[in-house]
């Protein structure tokens, strides 16, 4: 099924503000997506193409589309206990961060893009992570009482 004239657009804008020339624009879409032009893409190619676009610096989005998430995506659950486990580990809010901690360490800019197994290994990661960051602010208050 064919993604809307909105998410087509989002596309466009994505290629105007990267710079990008037509032929560039087509390769991209024929590497990322198999196909030669956005009317051509189904939901997943949009996912990809997005991933890419991110990838190339795209990030002003004033309202992102969500593309329907694929069944090997990572669930709302996941990505809720990541984002709660990167607040505890990090003491910050920030998605940013996150998809900077993300790409270091999984290649993969933002949650969005996780797939299930992934989601899976960076929760065993984050637990972690948080756990040895409670322990240490705790292990700080006790040395500071």
Do not use: C
Not at 85 to 102: E, H, N, P, Q, Y
Not at 119 to 124: F, Q, S, T, Y
């Amino acid at each position: 099924m064919p993604i809307s004239k909105a998410k087509k657009g989002v596309i466009h804008v994505a290629k105007a503000q990267l710079h990008m020339a037509d032929e560039d624009y087509r390769a991209m879409l024929g590497r990322v997506a198999g196909v030669r032009s956005s009317t051509e893409l189904d939901e997943g190619g949009f996912v990809r193409v997005m991933a890419e676009l991110e990838r190339l610096g795209f990030r002003d989005v004033k309202r992102p589309i969500q593309a329907e998430r694929p069944e090997s995506m990572a669930t709302a659950t996941q990505i809720g206990r990541i984002r709660g486990l990167w607040k505890d580990f990090s003491t910050a809010d920030d998605d940013l961060a996150l998809g900077r901690w993300l790409e270091k360490r999984f290649h993969i800019s933002n949650v969005r893009f996780l797939d299930a197994r992934t989601g899976a290994k960076v929760i065993a990661v984050l637990e972690k992570f948080a756990t040895w960051a409670r322990n240490k602010r705790a292990e700080q208050k006790g040395d500071a009482a």
